[in-house]
Structures are given as structure tokens and as C-alpha cells.
């Protein structure tokens, strides 16, 4: 897909601090027409949100899509349940996923498509506090990897002078 038909409203990076991602999928999302607008001027948190599947239908939890400022008194409430639009093998496969121990669905990102919101949903098991510190520990390596190397170009563009 190009990538200049994808907007990208936000990202939930702390998911993948928090989790081990096993397998992702895109999902259409069922919103009005001031949540469109709000997610269009970016005001919209992931944090604390999951996918949950009840009766046979996929839906995002704790989402906050905050109310469009220039709306009327009807606008919805800020942290309702939305429903995910897939298709009816998909959400089942993720159901017998899910039903294993410390598997859940998290939202990785929305993005805009052709003018239609999508969601990021990802299978995910969680991270225990050591493989937290042992990927804080591995990307601060990396990055005194890249540090050194950068170090050492400069150091030969220097001396060829």
C-alpha cells in the first residue's frame, strides 16, 4: 500500500514497551461524525486501551476520543465502546487466541486510509518486568554501538585533512 494514502493519527509506543507482539491486523472502526472530526485534529489517547470480543463482535475499550469543541450538546461520550469491523473468521481465529493464558488484544495505532479510520489491533502477551530491563538494556548497547561508530567516521574525516 503507498504510503502517501496513510495518515497516521497516533501511535501507542508504550504497547510495545509493555508487550511482546505476536501478530497484528487492521480493522475498520465504527465512529460518528465529531469523533471523525476530533481524530482528524489528533485528539484522541491509546493509553490503557484493548480489544475485547463479546457476542461473536470485536470492540475497542477505553479508547478517549476527546469531543469535537465545535459540536452540539449530542456528542458521544468520550470513552464509549467502539465497535471494530472485521471479518467474522478473523474475530473468531482472535477469540481462540485470545482464550489462552496472558494473550489480549492492544491498538497499536489509528491511521486515516482513503478518508476511512483504521486501527492497528495487535495479539499481544505481556513483558515481565526482567524482559522490560533486558530491551532497555539491549537498546542502550545499540545505541553505544552507533555512538562509537560515529565517533570513529569523524575521527578518519578529521585526519584526512
Do not use: W
Request: glycine letters at 8%; a positive charge; aromatic letters at 8%.
Amino acid at each position: 500500500m503507498p504510503e502517501d494514502k496513510i495518515k497516521i493519527i497516533v501511535d501507542n509506543r508504550k504497547a510495545r514497551h509493555d508487550y511482546h507482539i505476536l501478530d497484528s491486523f487492521e480493522a475498520g472502526i465504527a465512529l460518528t461524525g465529531t469523533e471523525v472530526k476530533s481524530l482528524r485534529a489528533g485528539r484522541v489517547n491509546l493509553r490503557d486501551s484493548y480489544g475485547q470480543i463479546r457476542d461473536g463482535e470485536l470492540y475497542l475499550e477505553g479508547v478517549h476520543i476527546s469531543p469535537y469543541e465545535h459540536g452540539n450538546r449530542y456528542n458521544p461520550d468520550p470513552l464509549r465502546r467502539r465497535k471494530l469491523l472485521m471479518h467474522k473468521r478473523q474475530i473468531l481465529k482472535l477469540y481462540g487466541q485470545v482464550k489462552q493464558e496472558g494473550l489480549t488484544l492492544v491498538p497499536l495505532k489509528l491511521y486515516f486510509v482513503r478518508g476511512k479510520v483504521k486501527v492497528d489491533l495487535a495479539l499481544c502477551k505481556g513483558k515481565k518486568l526482567y524482559d522490560k530491563r533486558e530491551a532497555a538494556a539491549a537498546k542502550d548497547a545499540r545505541r553505544e554501538v552507533e555512538r562509537a561508530f560515529r565517533g570513529k567516521d569523524r575521527n578518519r574525516e578529521e585526519s584526512s585533512y
